[in-house]
């Protein structure tokens, strides 16, 4: 039961321009949603979170987008650095009752070309 | 302050065998979690732990696996009688409180052969 997908495995920009990243979700309960950029052989490293009270949030280059309507969450990373490739999992979590776990997508591997 | 700290990064065992993990948490964090990515997927929760305490084990397989994290030293994940499957990376992570904005580690890589 995959309750967190990332349906896009690869993407593949042009150094300066925008990237977006897309996550679907299937449970109501979510209400709080984070995206996490992994380099090879590294753990995953916190980027950006988004609570379900709001449609978006910003953070220098990142924006983070929720459709809560469409259970529909994207990141934007503009302008896009080569920097930036790497693999980006979304992430999603219910507080009513919980203690911190996370549910993660498959994961998008981002290359940015210079 | 170092950070998560994982080790071994790299462990090879022959199937039957145990496999021991460790995490040291960043200092001041209490409470650690345990992740599990196997190859072309996404991180699975396994189990969160306070000193002494775990708190939710619902990602843990029923057998083989058991964590800890002892009032001193480091949290310590324990698959006894590995096989082939349990080959992933097994990441851990610390926070100062149950929260999301936690500190991954960079993953220990198990290789059962």
């Known amino acids: 039961d995959q309750q967190v997908k990332q349906n896009s495995p690869s993407l593949s920009v042009q150094e300066g321009r925008i990237s977006i990243l897309n996550c679907d979700y299937t449970?109501?309960?979510?209400?709080?949603f984070l995206w996490y950029k992994k380099y090879p052989a590294e753990g995953p490293t916190f980027l950006i979170s988004?609570?379900?009270?709001?449609d978006k949030n910003e953070d220098g280059r990142f924006t983070v987008f929720l459709n809560k309507s469409a259970k529909h969450l994207s990141l934007h990373i503009v302008p896009s650095q080569p920097g930036d490739s790497a693999v980006y999992f979304c992430?999603?979590?219910?507080?009513?009752?919980?203690?911190?776990?996370?549910?993660f997508g498959q994961g998008t591997t981002l290359q940015v070309k210079p | 302050n170092a950070g998560v700290m994982q080790n071994p990064r790299h462990l090879v065992r022959r199937r039957g065998q145990e496999a021991r993990l460790r995490c040291s948490p960043m200092k001041g964090h209490s409470h650690v979690y345990w992740y599990r990515q196997l190859p072309e997927e996404g991180l699975k929760f396994m189990v969160y732990?306070?000193?002494?305490?775990?708190?939710?084990e619902s990602g843990m397989p029923k057998e083989r696996f058991s964590a800890e994290f002892p009032k001193e030293g480091p949290s310590i994940l324990r698959i006894q009688q590995v096989v082939r499957g349990d080959s992933a990376a097994y990441f851990c992570a610390s926070s100062p409180r149950g929260a999301y904005g936690y500190t991954f580690g960079s993953g220990t890589r198990l290789t059962v052969v």
């Open positions: 992430a999603a979590s219910a507080s009513t009752g919980n203690t911190g776990k996370l549910i």
């Open positions: 449970n109501s309960m979510f209400d709080y």
């Open positions: 988004i609570s379900s009270i709001k």
């Open positions: 732990l306070q000193k002494e305490n775990i708190i939710d």
